[in-house]
C-alpha cells in the first residue's frame, strides 16, 4: 500500500508481525512483500509491501522534476532542508534506536552513537554547500579574445542510493549518501534494506514530512522497496548516478547494470575488503595492548564493518597467533549477525579458510538461538599471501587472520601483494625508521592510513577519505564520507563568454552566496565579490 504525504511524497507502508505464521506464504520466486527478522530470535519484526514498475516511474518521474528545483535553489535553501531534517530525526530518537535495536541486534548503545553521527553528518553536509568549495568555481577573465571562461561544477540529477545492513543510521535510508547528494542538488530515491525494512520505511516517513514541512520540492526524497524494484531504479532513464554501500558481490552487480544502459552512469559503490594491520619490531611492549585492541575491534558487532581490520601482520618472535588467541579466549565475544546470510556466510568464510590451508588457534561458538556466527583467530604463512588466495579476500564477520613477518623487505613484498582496501593501521614507535617504507607502500593500497589506532569509525570532517583503491570501491577518486563527498554527484561544465545574469548563481559575479572560489587562479575567499 502507498501512503501519500501532504507534499506528494510517497512511501510503502511498513506493518509489525506478531508473529512467524505471517511469513510463511512468502517465497523468493514470488516476493509481493519484504520482511525484516529479529536477529536475536529469527523471529519476523516488520513487512511492507514491494514497488510495483507503475509506482517506481511515478517515482522518479517526480524526482526527474525536482531535480531542476534542487539543481537552482541556493545552497542556504538545502541546508535547511537538511537542518528541518536532523531536527525531525531527533525528536523520534527514541522510537528509531528501538525499532533498529530490533531489527539489527546492535544494542542501544552503540545505535545511539550511531544516531549521534547521523544528526551530525546531516547538518554537516548542509554546512559543506554552503561553504561551496565543492563547486570549484574558477573564473579565467579576458582570455581567448576578451571572454571570460567560468568553470562550475553542476547537479547531475536524480541519485539512486543502496544503503548498508550494518549501519542503519549513517549508511542507511537517510546516510551519508542521501544527505551529500540532497546538499549538491540531486534528489534522492532510496532502496530500502531488506534487513531493517521496517527502520528504512519509518526513516523515509519522517524524512518526507520533514521535507514537506521545510518547503522543499516535492520529489526530494523517496523510497523504494524490493530486489526488482531496486534493480529497475538503477536503469530508469531518471537515474543519473549510483551510491551504494555493501557487498562486492552487490556492488558489482550494480556497476554492471549501471555500464550497461544505452547512457552509463556512474556507481560509487564503497564494498570494503580485508583490512590490514602491521605491527613493527619496536611495538613488542605495547602488544598486548595492541592484540587486544585488536581482538575488540575485530569482533565488535559481530566483525560487521567495512573497515574491520581481517589480518594482522605481526614479528616473528611476538608469538603473535597465539597472544590474539589468548586475548579471543578471555574475552569471550557474543556474535549475533545482522541476517541469518551473513551468518551463514560467516561460518561458510571460516570453512573456506580452513580449507586453504589456515590453522585455526582459537574459536568461539555461539548457541543456535538467532544469527550467531564464531569468532576465530587463524594463522596463515606469509608465502601463501599470493594473489588470488582465499586469505586475501574479505571475511565478513567475526574472524581474522595473523601472519608473521621476519624483515620489513619481506613484509613490503607482501603488503604489494594485497587488493586494495578502505584503511590500514600501523602501531609503532616515534623512533622507528622502517615506518616511512611501510607508508610508501600501504599509500598504494589503501584510502586511508592510521597509526596507532584502529581502524573502524570514520569521522565525518573535510578531510576524510572513506574509498579505496579496487576492488574496496569502484572509484578510488572519490570518497562517500566527508566534505568530498558532494563532489560525486557533480560534474563540471565551463561557460565562455556567457553573460553574467545568464550564468548559474554560483558563479556570477556578484558571489550570492558568499562561496570560496578561484578568480584568474587566486582563491578568493568566501564572501569576496
Known amino acids: 500500500m502507498i501512503l501519500r504525504v501532504s507534499a506528494n511524497f510517497s512511501r510503502p507502508r511498513a506493518s509489525r508481525l506478531p508473529d512467524a505464521q505471517d511469513s510463511t506464504q512468502i517465497t523468493r520466486s514470488t516476493l509481493t512483500s519484504v520482511v525484516s527478522y529479529a536477529p536475536r530470535t529469527g523471529d519476523p519484526v516488520s513487512t511492507a509491501a514491494t514497488t510495483t514498475a507503475t509506482q517506481l516511474s511515478e517515482i522518479t518521474n517526480r524526482a526527474a522534476h525536482a531535480a531542476p528545483v534542487l539543481r537552482d535553489a541556493s545552497p542556504k535553501e538545502r541546508r535547511q532542508w537538511l537542518r528541518a531534517l536532523a531536527d525531525a530525526l531527533e525528536e523520534s530518537r527514541s522510537e528509531l534506536i528501538r525499532l533498529a535495536d530490533t531489527e539489527t541486534a546492535l544494542g542501544e548503545g552503540r545505535l545511539n552513537g550511531e544516531f549521534d553521527k547521523l544528526i551530525g553528518q546531516t547538518r554537516f553536509y548542509g554546512d559543506v554547500a554552503v561553504e561551496g568549495s565543492y563547486l570549484g568555481v574558477s573564473i579565467d577573465e579576458g582570455v581567448d579574445g576578451g571572454q571570460d571562461l567560468v568553470r562550475v561544477n553542476r547537479p547531475l540529477g536524480p541519485v539512486a542510493v543502496f544503503g548498508a545492513s550494518n549501519f542503519p543510521f549513517v549508511l542507511g535510508v537517510l546516510g551519508h549518501d542521501t544527505s551529500a547528494a540532497i546538499a549538491a542538488g540531486c534528489p534522492v530515491v532510496v532502496k530500502a534494506h531488506t534487513a531493517h525494512i521496517g527502520l528504512s520505511i519509518r526513516l523515509a516517513e519522517i524524512a518526507c514530512t520533514a521535507f514537506a514541512a521545510a518547503g522543499a520540492p516535492t520529489g526530494i526524497f523517496d523510497i523504494v522497496v524490493g530486489r526488482d524494484a531496486g534493480s529497475a531504479l538503477v536503469v530508469a532513464p531518471e537515474t543519473k548516478a549510483v551510491a551504494f554501500t555493501g557487498s562486492q558481490s552487490g556492488g558489482m552487480s550494480l556497476w554492471r547494470a549501471a555500464n550497461e544502459r544505452d547512457i552509463p552512469i556512474p556507481v560509487y559503490a564503497e564494498m570494503g575488503t580485508v583490512n590490514a594491520v602491521v605491527v613493527t619490531r619496536t611495538a613488542d611492549k605495547m602488544f598486548d595492548d595492541v592484540a587486544k585492541g585488536f581482538v ?37 565475544p557474543s556474535s549475533t549477525m545482522l541476517t541469518k546470510a551473513i551468518a551463514d556466510s560467516a561460518r561458510a568464510g571460516l570453512d573456506d579458510l580452513r580449507a586453504a590451508g589456515a590453522r585455526v588457534i582459537a574459536e568461539i561458538v555461539e548457541g543456535e538461538v538467532g544469527f550467531s556466527a564464531p569468532a576465530a583467530v587463524l594463522a596463515v604463512e606469509l608465502g601463501d599471501l599470493e594473489p588470488g588466495s582465499r586469505f586475501l579476500g ?130 578568493a575567499p568566501a564572501g569576496h565579490r
Open 296 to 332: 575488540d575491534t575485530f569482533t565488535q558487532n559481530g566483525g560487521q564493518y567495512c573497515t574491520k581490520p581481517g589480518l594482522i601482520f605481526v614479528p616473528t618472535g611476538f608469538n603473535g597467533a597465539e597472544r590474539v588467541a589468548k586475548t579471543l579466549r578471555a574475552t569471550n
Open 394 to 523: 574479505e571475511c565478513f564477520g567475526p574472524i581474522a587472520l595473523v601472519c608473521e613477518y621476519e624483515s620489513v623487505d619481506q613484509l613490503s613484498e607482501t603488503l604489494a601483494k594485497l587488493q586494495g582496501s578502505l584503511v590500514s593501521a600501523v602501531f609503532t614507535q616515534p623512533d622507528d625508521s622502517d615506518v616511512p617504507d611501510i607508508l610508501n607502500v600501504l599509500e598504494s593500497k589503501v584510502g586511508r592510513v592510521i597509526v596507532n589506532g584502529w581502524t573502524t569509525g570514520a569521522p565525518h570532517g573535510w578531510a576524510q577519505q572513506h574509498g579505496g583503491p579496487w576492488p574496496s570501491t569502484s572509484n578510488p577518486a572519490v570518497t562517500s564520507i566527508g566534505g568530498a563527498a558532494l563532489e560525486r554527484f557533480t560534474r563540471p561544465i565551463t561557460f565562455q563568454g556567457v553573460q553574467d545574469s545568464w550564468l548559474p548563481r554560483e558563479a556570477r559575479r556578484d558571489n550570492p552566496d558568499e562561496i570560496t572560489r578561484r578568480i584568474n587562479g587566486v582563491i
